[in-house]
């Protein structure tokens, strides 16, 4: 089976790549990335010479480019992960989300349908989303499959309307397709743009901790392998036109996460207890900030089996020795483009 992943050099998707070129020898492996700034070859090293891996690099809002990819390789799998994918970026410069996110998106659907419509049978595109399609929760209440769409930021509402379009590719052209939409996840090879590696990259080099308003935002936290090893079942046992959220069942407060993991990088670097939590800092709230996410993943633990497999505790150790234990690849990345964001955001 050839399979197309998209945005396979990111966070999720090199983690989805690793599992799926090894796990499976006689499936071909096509990872296309554009290499933006939160895609890193570096992730794949352990599978770059795999002779079911096939790297490649190009742009999905290239429409022309797609299109001959797919007349070339005649992929018969999609598992689509590529996009812009940070909420503060998408309120910074939002029309880049939409090329991506969507016209990306759209680019795909037709060239899949393309290749596929006289022969549906065996074929799969599987859409990879996010649980801020929903909006914001009040303190009560589960986002499920059936909760109405309320995107509150430019981010959401472009993975909103790029879920959209592979439903109505379903309707239309009877495309067959699986949608999940995940909660947060954390774990290696995260960008230090999103909060757990950021702060965890802060504390390294006892920098302050940017905490938005008053930090009593919540969100729901998954393991990023969790994520990867729903997405490999859903890809192969997901029921056709079914969607399906994945959630840890773990809800935090932005506060009690950080407060968590000051405790635990002051163990981890032997520093004297209290130390990290002296550095964070309440700064000026994210413009449309969502006040909770929280999924009810029942539907996928009933029909798949699937649950987490470890804690959020055990999934954290393992984060901070991750990231303590490879520096240079955070160095790589904080240094050039980087420090620029890092400015333009928080003023420092
Ligand atoms: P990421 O930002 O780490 O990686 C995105 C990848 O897409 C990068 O490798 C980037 O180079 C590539 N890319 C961006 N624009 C592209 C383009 N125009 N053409 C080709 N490649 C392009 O993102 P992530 O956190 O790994 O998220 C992956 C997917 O999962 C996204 O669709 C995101 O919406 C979704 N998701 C993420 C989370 C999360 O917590 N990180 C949760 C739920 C869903
Ligand atoms: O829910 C799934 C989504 O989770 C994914 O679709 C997104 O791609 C992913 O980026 C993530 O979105 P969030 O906005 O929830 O993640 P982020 O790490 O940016 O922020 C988590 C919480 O921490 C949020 O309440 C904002 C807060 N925060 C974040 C940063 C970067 C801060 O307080 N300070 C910060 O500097």
């Not at 413009?287 to 006040?291: C, E, N």
């Given at each position: 089976m050839k399979i197309l992943v998209t945005g396979g050099a990111g966070f999720i998707g090199s983690h989805l790549?690793?599992?799926?070129?090894k796990k499976y020898p006689e499936y071909l492996i096509f990872n296309l990335d554009a290499l933006t700034y939160a895609g890193n070859i570096e992730n794949l090293r352990e599978v770059q010479n795999h002779a079911n891996y096939k790297f490649i690099k190009g742009d999905i809002s290239n429409g022309i480019f797609i299109e001959n990819l797919f007349n070339s390789y005649q992929f018969e799998g999609v598992i689509h992960l590529a996009a812009e994918s940070h909420v503060d970026r998408s309120i910074s410069n939002?029309?880049?989300?939409v090329k991506t996110n969507v016209l990306g998106t759209v680019n795909l659907l037709n060239s899949s349908i393309n290749i596929w419509k006289n022969d549906l049978k065996n074929k799969r595109f599987y859409h990879v989303s996010t649980d801020e399609v929903y909006g914001s929760l009040a303190s009560k209440g589960l986002f499920n499959e059936q909760t109405p769409y309320d995107p509150k930021s430019p981010y959401s509402a472009s993975k909103a309307s790029s879920d959209?379009?592979?439903?109505?590719?379903?309707?239309t052209y009877n495309m067959p397709y699986v949608i999940s939409n995940c909660s947060n996840n954390y774990g290696e090879f995260h960008f230090p743009e999103k909060l757990i590696p950021l702060f965890i990259n802060n504390i390294i080099n006892s920098k302050p901790l940017p905490l938005y308003g008053d930090g009593n935002y919540t969100r729901d936290w998954l393991y990023v392998k969790d994520h990867v090893n729903a997405i490999d079942l859903l890809f192969h046992k997901g029921k056709n036109h079914e969607t399906y959220n994945i959630g840890g069942f773990n809800e935090y407060k932005?506060?009690?996460?950080?407060?968590?993991l000051c405790k635990k990088m002051d163990q981890k670097?032997?520093?004297?207890?209290?130390?990290?939590?002296?550095l964070i800092t309440f700064i000026k709230d994210r413009?449309?900030?969502?006040?909770r996410y929280a999924v009810d993943a029942n539907k996928i633990n009933k029909e798949l089996?699937?649950?987490p497999s470890i804690t959020f505790e055990e999934g954290l150790d393992k984060t901070i020795e991750w990231y303590i234990n490879n520096s240079e690849w955070l160095e790589s990345i904080a240094s050039g483009k980087y420090k620029e964001y890092y400015k333009n955001q928080y003023n420092r």
């Open positions: 790549v690793k599992r799926l070129v939002p029309t880049v989300f959209h379009f592979v439903r109505a590719y379903g309707k932005n506060i009690d996460l950080v407060r968590l670097l032997g520093r004297e207890h209290g130390s990290s939590e002296k413009p449309g900030h969502d006040k089996g699937w649950k």
